[in-house]
C-alpha cells in the first residue's frame, strides 16, 4: 500500500513537472551529501559530534510559475544513535541505553522560493522553504558482549507478549519541514544548502518510548539478552521492582534530521530550449534565396 501511495506521487510529479508545456521552466537532477542525527529519547548535546552521521541522496527536481515552485523528489541514506553516557540527565546515565540505526528513505517535497529562481533568466539565487511528505525505514540496534541485536525484535517493552502491545512496525511515514538557500553556478548547474526535519509517528527510532516490562516474563519469550537490553543501568534492581517504572517519553515522538548540500544539473530548460529553437528557425531561412 505504501508503495503504491509513493509511486503514484512520483508518477504526478514527473508528469506535471516535466511534460507541461505551459507551466514547466525548468528540470535538474542531483545528488545530496551532508550528515544525519536525531532527537528522541536518548538523545546527547548537541556539541557531541559521535551522534552525528554521513548522509548521501539522489534527486529530481521540476521549477514552476515563473521560478517560485519546485517539486523535488529523491530518496535519502543516513544512521542515526544515542548513547546514554552523554546525557547531562542522571536518570538517562543510570538507565544506560545506546542504539544505533539506518534511515533510508523516499520523499516528495515542494519548495517555495522566496525570489524567482531561474538561472536561465539569470535569476542566481533564492531562499526557500520545504514541506512534504517521506516513507522512510529504520532498525534500531545494539552492541552487547560483542553481539549486535535487532531491539524490535526483543521487544524490549514487552511488545508482542500478552497484554502488552504489538511490536512497532520498521517502515513508517515521516513528515519533512525546513528550508535553504539555492544558487545557480552557471545556466546549468546548481548549488543549495538546507536543514530538513522529519517529524515522525513513532516514538521507537530509538527502541525506548514508555515503561519498562516484567523482565522475567520478556526472558523467557524473546531470551535473556531481551531482558538485559531492557535496562542496562549501573544501579542494579531486581528483575520484578523494574515493571511500570518509566522508561522513555511516549508523549513526545522522536525526529530525524538531514543537513545536505545539494549538487543539480539542469538537464532541461524552456528558455534554453526556444533559444535552441530559435536559432535553427533563423538557420533554415538564411538556406533561402529570395
Not at 224 to 230: C, K, M, R, V
Request: charged content about 20%; overall charge positive; hydrophobic content about 35%.
Amino acid at each position: 500500500m505504501l508503495k503504491r501511495i509513493i509511486s503514484s506521487l512520483v508518477l504526478s510529479f514527473i508528469y506535471l513537472t516535466l511534460t507541461s508545456n505551459s507551466y514547466a521552466q525548468f528540470a535538474e537532477g542531483g545528488v545530496s551529501g551532508g550528515f544525519s542525527f536525531y532527537l528522541g529519547d536518548i538523545v546527547a548535546p548537541y556539541g557531541e559530534m559521535s551522534q552525528y552521521h554521513p548522509a548521501a541522496g539522489m534527486f529530481v527536481r521540476g521549477t514552476v510559475l515563473k521560478g517560485l515552485v519546485s517539486g523535488r523528489f529523491g530518496v535519502s541514506r543516513g544512521s542515526i544513535s544515542g548513547d546514554d553516557k552523554y546525557s547531562l540527565n542522571k536518570f538517562h546515565i543510570v538507565r544506560n541505553l545506546n542504539f544505533t540505526s539506518p534511515i533510508t528513505e523516499a520523499y516528495l517535497v515542494g519548495e517555495l522560493n522566496l525570489f524567482s529562481f531561474n538561472p536561465c533568466r539569470n535569476k542566481k539565487f533564492s531562499p526557500y522553504v520545504v514541506g512534504g511528505i517521506a516513507m522512510f525505514h529504520f532498525d534500531p540496534m545494539t552492541s552487547y558482549y560483542g553481539e549486535f541485536y535487532h531491539l524490535q525484535e526483543l521487544g524490549t517493552e514487552g511488545q508482542g507478549l500478552a497484554g502488552y502491545p504489538a511490536k512497532y512496525k520498521l517502515t513508517q511515514f515521516s513528515v519533512p519541514m525546513g528550508g535553504g538557500i539555492k544558487y545557480a553556478i552557471n545556466k546549468r548547474l546548481v548549488v543549495s544548502g538546507e536543514f530538513v526535519m522529519r517529524k515522525t509517528f513513532t516514538d521507537y527510532l530509538d527502541d525506548v518510548s514508555t515503561t519498562y516490562p516484567d523482565r522475567v516474563e520478556l526472558a523467557k519469550v524473546n531470551g535473556s539478552a531481551a531482558a538485559d537490553l531492557t535496562y542496562r543501568g549501573f544501579k542494579h534492581y531486581d528483575d520484578s521492582s523494574l515493571k511500570g517504572v518509566q522508561r522513555g517519553d511516549a508523549g513526545d515522538k522522536d525526529w530525524y534530521n538531514f543537513v545536505q548540500i545539494n549538487f543539480s544539473y539542469i538537464f532541461f530548460s524552456r528558455c534554453q530550449a526556444s533559444e535552441y529553437r530559435g536559432r535553427m528557425y533563423i538557420g533554415r531561412i538564411g538556406c533561402y534565396n529570395f
